[in-house]
């Protein structure tokens, strides 16, 4: 039996690209998302890939959603950890509101979700979970220290249970892409985009979801069992670490 990968906020933006590829790559796949019904419709209708409504953020409902793909496909081998959120404002008017959503979602819904499939992974002797982190969690960014601080801890969270899923053939690790051409850019201000953003990338311009999509097939692949607690960065060129 093809092998059940469940992508996290995966009907748009890259997490599509993602589920797209892993489908691609043989995988029986679902996507989870938030609550745009239509999207997640359209995505269905285009691939066949079942979209999963819960929120990342909350316990219960990531215990019941994945008990509900579980039971459509099988167990989950593949954990893609990619739903996220920004809600960017400069620290002095953030308020504890936009700090805890991002927070919640970005970096409590990698232990939701993480640990709803952690204990079938090692009882089974494999797993693979791989987390969608940001450029922005590497090197921090101006309005977003709520973001940064969130997906800087996915990379923490992810090399302290590379640890503890070595034994077990799990493999933990994190994909932390650049500026990608997705939904989540469109809010950035064209004059921003040429002057600041473009000319910081070294390749010249964004990357494309299905970039990182080909980094999250790799590190889901029994080839890439030597790999566990690393950061892949892809975001051309944009910081080198
Ligand atoms: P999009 O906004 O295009 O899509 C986000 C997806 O996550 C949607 O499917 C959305 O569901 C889902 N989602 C959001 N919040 C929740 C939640 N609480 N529970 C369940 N699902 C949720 O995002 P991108 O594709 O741009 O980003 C994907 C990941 O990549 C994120 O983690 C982001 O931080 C990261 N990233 C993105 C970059 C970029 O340039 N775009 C750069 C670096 C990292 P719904 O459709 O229902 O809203």
Redesign the pocket.
């Known amino acids: 039996m093809a092998r059940v990968a469940l992508v ?8 599509a690209a993602i589920s797209k590829a892993l489908m691609a790559e043989g995988y029986q796949v679902a996507a ?5 019904d239509a ?2 419709q359209a995505f269905t209708d285009a691939t066949g890939i079942r979209a999963f409504k ?4 909350d316990y219960e409902a990531c215990k019941a959603g994945v008990a509900e793909v579980e039971a459509a496909l099988g167990p989950v081998e593949i954990l893609v950890n ?4 920004t809600r960017d404002a400069p620290f002095h008017r953030m308020t504890p509101q936009q700090w805890r959503e991002v927070i919640d ?2 970096l409590t ?1 990698l232990f939701n979700m993480t640990h709803c499939v952690w204990n079938g992974m090692r009882e089974r002797k494999f797993g693979r979970v791989i987390s ?1 982190s ?2 922005n969690g590497q090197k921090g960014q101006f309005a977003q220290a709520n973001y940064a601080a969130a997906k800087a801890g996915d990379i923490g969270f992810t090399k302290a249970l590379a640890q503890e899923g070595a034994r077990a053939g799990i493999t933990v690790n994190v994909v932390a ?4 051409n ?4 469109a809010g950035i201000k064209p004059e921003v985009m040429d002057t600041v953003i473009l000319p910081a990338i070294p390749v010249g311009r964004l990357g494309e979801p299905e970039e990182i999509a080909r980094c999250v097939v790799f590190l889901a692949s029994d080839g890439a069992g030597f790999i566990t607690g690393s950061t892949l960065s892809a975001n051309g060129g944009q910081y080198m670490a």
């Open positions: 996290t906020g995966g009907s748009r933006g890259i997490g989870s998302y938030a609550g745009n999207a997640a819960w929120n990342v953020a990619n739903a996220g959120i979602t970005n819904g969608i940001s450029i892409p650049g500026y990608i997705t939904e989540m850019m």
